[in-house]
């Protein structure tokens, strides 16, 4: 796939051909990404950074990842700041923000503000997360992770745990995951449970999920855990929150049953579902993972910048 001047609204905007391309180019950038090599393929490019949520990550990651390829940056990181504030509308604030820069990344509170926002701009819209949508490039740094620790993607089990309602991360996750032929075991509390959406687009895809509310059941034969987040933000009533705050916690007596090479991944921030006594395990893989965000954004922006790598 020529990713040349692409959106990047959702995984399922990619094929598994075009996946493994990006997964393939990002370990060609892991020498760049540490700074070990230079190569200004976007010199002059200039990135927007849109980020109306709280983020680490992926923010910096963006900005990383164009830094190192000689793109420069803008930013704004709150709608307080934006003529937002005074009434403007998202539609409105994309097209001004495309006419200053070559591609924007948008992260934005609502489900489906990266599709809108693609839809106002010229050029490409990269989806840093969209409410309790999807967050496609988290995706792409999830794989190159899985795919570096166990050399292939094909036929793993990969158990999703926590919050698969409003975890954006797994829902872009498990759309991919389909592509892979992977064994998806789906482990939340009832209230929390992957959405009617996705279950019926892993059916249609010939992956039939197995359901359940017990971590303990599932463990011992993942070859990947990947732990998230209660999303208590994306609550509309706290006490609801209070009911599965702390549901599962991954320590070292939960790995004593699993799989001695299983992987524990998480795109953090962790709260409590991850004990850091799990960090100084061979297990452990989600510092590392999010240290590939900056080669796997490095290719994608190479790639819709256009730039020779
Ligand atoms: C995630 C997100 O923002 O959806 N973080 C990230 O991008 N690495 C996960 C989360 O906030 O729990």
Not at 176 to 184: D, Q, V, Y
Not at 256 to 277: C, F, G, Q, T
């Amino acid at each position: 796939m020529d990713l040349y001047h692409k959106d990047v609204v959702s995984i399922m905007d990619f094929s598994k051909d075009d996946i493994e391309g990006i997964l393939d180019m990002a370990e060609k950038m892991v020498p760049y990404a540490k700074g070990e090599k230079m190569k200004r393929t976007l010199d002059g490019k200039i990135l927007g950074n849109l980020f109306f949520e709280p983020s680490t990550r992926t923010k910096l990651s963006f900005e990383s990842a164009a830094y190192r390829l000689g793109c420069d940056v803008i930013d704004v990181s709150e709608m307080s700041m934006t003529s937002m504030a005074k009434g403007e509308t998202l539609a409105d604030t994309i097209k001004i923000v495309d006419a200053y820069c070559d591609a924007t990344v948008l992260r934005h509170p609502f489900e489906g503000a990266a599709k809108l926002a693609a839809k106002f701009s010229d050029h490409p819209v990269i989806n840093a997360g969209d409410g309790a949508g999807s967050h496609p490039t988290q995706t792409l740094l999830d794989l190159f992770t899985m795919r570096s620790a166990k050399g292939s993607l094909d036929g793993l089990n990969i158990t999703l745990v926590g919050d698969l309602k409003y975890g954006r991360t797994v829902h872009s996750l498990a759309q991919a995951l389909t592509k892979f032929g992977m064994n998806i075991t789906l482990v939340a509390p009832e209230s929390l449970r992957m959405p009617n959406d996705i279950i019926d687009h892993l059916e249609a895809s010939g992956c039939h999920p197995k359901i359940t509310e017990s971590l303990d059941d599932a463990v011992s034969e993942a070859d990947v855990l990947y732990v998230t987040r209660i999303q208590r933000e994306r609550f509309p009533d706290p006490s609801e929150y209070q009911k599965v705050a702390g549901t599962y916690r991954v320590d070292k007596a939960l790995l004593e049953r699993a799989k001695s090479d299983m992987i524990v991944m998480h795109p953090l921030p962790r709260v409590n579902e991850i004990a850091p006594e799990v960090d100084d395990t061979p297990h452990a893989k989600y510092f590392e993972q999010a240290a590939n965000g900056v080669p796997v954004r490095m290719a994608l922006l190479n790639g819709l910048l256009g730039g020779e790598f």
